[in-house]
């Protein structure tokens, strides 16, 4: 519990709007189980560090 699964992206890019799918595999490309997640954004700016932190629940279909 409370592991980290997988990081989308780690990298700087400029100020916009952007959307990232993950495709429910974990680092080594396995796919994950059903069940509750968490996404951590962090942000880091010239003059301030901000975290958000987003629920996802994975279903099987």
Do not use: A, H
Request: aromatic share 6%.
């Amino acid at each position: 519990m409370g592991q980290e699964i997988n990081t989308l992206m780690n990298r700087n890019i400029p100020m916009g709007n952007y959307s990232i799918i993950w495709n429910c595999n974990d680092k080594i490309g396995s796919e994950v189980n059903n069940g509750l997640y968490f996404c951590r954004l962090l942000i880091i700016d010239v003059q301030e560090i901000s975290v958000d932190i987003r629920q996802m629940i994975k279903l099987k279909e």
